[in-house]
């Protein structure tokens, strides 16, 4: 039981985050009765489900042997990075970014058995590869879906919308993986161990994660954690008591947070004035929101103001990029890491890519319309 609440004891952007919930509350005007509806439980439910069975894979040993495995096939560090990225960005356009990263970054991980890497930066990168690869389809992160869903256009119509921009910030951060991992030949471990999995955990693992996949579409998520909750309570108890937990705290808090920031008088008297909005005046705030309250609460408050467009589809998507709060994804992705450099690394990254992002996206998006 220690092991269960360790997390929260030295989880300092939960204590900043409640830090700051708790002035927030004295100046805000709210009703105890509406915080828990500001919370998202539908993502909370689906990080708590992937966060389970992504340990189950990783406990399962699996992970070794993949990793073992893709080792083996890569001689250069820039060569894995590309391999890696390119994956990321694959994976996001179909499984949504949180997905892609919760298969990637433990496999990442499990490759330091192996070999030296710059698995930090790696990581970094995969985080930004999700980001760019994920807006390309309605389904791909959450702001997305909500665009897509405040919209008229089809699904064909909503990836012809956002191509050139997905396609031109993928080619950005492969330029930038190119020029930040060097050619030099991955150097690997003399390891003569014999790595083995347990084959009925991970097929369970592999079983539940497609049934909790194919819940999300069918809007069962919550019958689905059930599910997984209870055969991991007869099968690898364990698992569930080492997933980190306090990263679903922190979500909960950065809900209540931002919901508490929307109420404070002297916003909302401003919100009105949103409507009345340029399309570049309109970008720069979807953008700069994205960097303070996350993306995916910078489009739930800017939809109620203004309709779905493709300049806020692009603009909500770009502020994923910058700060780490620009997208959920990169928050998950640097609690994965476990490195406490990892966290101010990611800036000297995603901040540039961010300005690129915004000054090559504007150009980009006058020149298409």
Known sequence: MPTLFRSFLHDRILHLLLIIGAILLFLANFRWSDLPGAVDWHTIITLTGLLILTKGLEVSGYFDVLGERLISRFKHERALALFMVLAAALLS???????????????????????????????????????????????????????????????????????????????????????????????????????????????????????????????????????????????????????????????????????????????????DAITHLGDGALYLLAIALSQVISNVPATILLLQKVPSSEVLAWAVNIGGFGLLPGSLANLIALRMAKDRRVWWRFHLFSLPLLAWAMLSGWLLLRLIS
């Open 93 to 271: 356009t179909f499984l949504t970014n949180d997905v892609a990263l919760f298969i990637l970054v433990p496999l990442t991980l499990t490759l330091r058995k192996f070999s030296r890497l710059p698995l930090s930066r790696l990581i970094i990168f995969e985080a930004l590869a999700v980001n760019a690869g994920s807006l390309l389809t309605p389904v791909g992160n959450p702001q997305n879906i909500l665009l897509w869903s405040h919209g008229s256009l089809s699904v064909a119509g909503f990836i012809g919308q956002m191509f050139p921009l997905a396609a031109w910030l993928l080619l950005s951060l492969v330029a930038l993986t190119w020029w930040s991992f060097s050619t030099r030949e991955i150097q690997k471990h003399q390891n003569n161990e014999t790595h083995q999995w347990r084959k009925p955990l991970f097929a369970v693992s592999v079983l539940l994660y497609v049934l909790f996949i194919a819940a999300l579409e069918w809007h069962l998520t919550g019958w689905a954690l059930l599910l997984i909750v209870l055969c991991f309570l007869i099968m690898a108890r364990p698992v569930l008591l080492n997933i980190d937990w306090s990263l679903l705290a922190v979500f909960i808090a950065m809900f209540v947070d931002v919901y508490l920031l929307t109420r404070l008088p002297v916003l909302q008297a401003h919100f």
